[in-house]
């Protein structure tokens, strides 16, 4: 009996979720290897794998040229996210292997953590929770949301719906995109930085921090940085020391320069909430995107056209 071809499921909350998507993937007559260690494959791990896969639903795991290299029969990676900074590109065209994206699947969620990182943040609701469980009734004072200036970096998807959140709660919005002059509420990236009150990351990933040392230092006194897109935009080292300072009032970061977050000078920091990068993993999105993936992988399989939106690097294959 011929053995079934495999698709390997990498990121971690999709170990045991069943999904119509997984289904249908296993219906197709393909066998899914699931990642069951709860966290990211490494390098190695995915080398070891990845030689016997026509596919891979992705999570941040490196698609380097080395593993790449290694997998003569892969013909697709479906990213279980909307980012794509660790597949090498070039290499992957190179091979042959398409690389498609899950666009919208995750808005709301990522949307709904960085209001609630603001929420908590701008409301004081960790500090004087802290006060209360150490016996204390010291209360905290807080800026709170209503009437403050949001700065949005990134006006995509996920950037319009943290704006529609914002502007409910009685938010002015000022927007930034690098990508997109063509904004209802755009501002310079100058103007951002030193007007807002909080400023919100959501643009991919880039070569050096959007947030510098420099640009953290012009921000307005007590301001505060949400991040919940990629960990290299913010230089954490300045951030760290303009929140001991006092110039910066608080941070919310869901994403890191390395993951899973190593020593740093961040766990120190006063008012900071950190989070394991989960900002995209509600129930819903994980199911959402999951079953984008899977249909991503059969739409190449049958060789039927896939949303211009979803696809990365693409061509005619056989998965």
Not at 216 to 235: F, P, S, T, Y
Request: with cysteine.
């Amino acid at each position: 009996m011929l053995n079934k071809p495999v698709i390997l499921v990498n990121p971690p909350p999709l170990w045991t979720l069943e999904t119509s998507g997984m289904l249908a993937l296993e219906k197709a007559g393909y066998s899914l290897w699931r990642n069951e260690t709860g966290v990211t494959l490494d390098r190695e791990e995915l080398l070891r794998r990845i030689p016997q896969a026509v596919a891979a639903i992705g999570g941040l795991e490196p698609y380097d040229a080395g593993v790449l290299a290694a997998a003569p029969d892969l013909k697709a990676i479906a990213r279980f996210g909307v980012g794509f900074d660790n597949v090498d590109l070039d290499a992957a065209k190179s091979a042959g292997i398409e690389v498609t994206i899950s666009p919208g699947a995750n808005t709301q969620s990522v949307a709904d953590v960085v209001l609630a990182l603001m929420t908590n943040l701008c409301c004081g609701i960790l500090s004087n929770h802290a006060t209360v469980v150490a016996g204390s009734w010291q209360k905290t004072k807080f800026p709170g949301l209503f009437g403050r200036t949001l700065g949005i970096i990134g006006f995509g998807r996920i950037g319009q719906a943290v704006a529609q959140r914002a502007q409910a709660f009685g938010m002015t919005v000022i927007s930034y995109d690098p990508y997109n002059n063509e904004v209802p509420t755009a501002s310079t990236f100058e103007e951002i930085i030193t007007k807002a009150d909080v400023v919100t990351l959501h643009v991919p990933a880039t070569d050096k921090p959007i947030l510098d040392a420099n640009a953290l230092a012009q921000m307005k006194q007590g301001a505060m940085v949400i991040n919940a897109a990629r960990g290299g935009l913010i230089d954490e080292d300045a951030l760290a020391k303009l929140l001991e300072t006092g110039h910066l009032g608080g941070a919310g970061l869901d994403v890191f320069k390395t993951e899973p977050l190593p020593e740093s000078p961040l766990r120190q920091a006063p008012n900071v909430i950190l989070t394991p990068h989960i900002a995209g993993v509600s129930s819903s999105a994980t199911v959402m995107m999951a079953d984008m993936c899977a249909d991503s992988i059969l739409c190449l399989a049958r060789g039927s056209a896939l949303p211009e939106d979803r696809i990365i690097v693409g061509r005619p294959s056989v998965v």
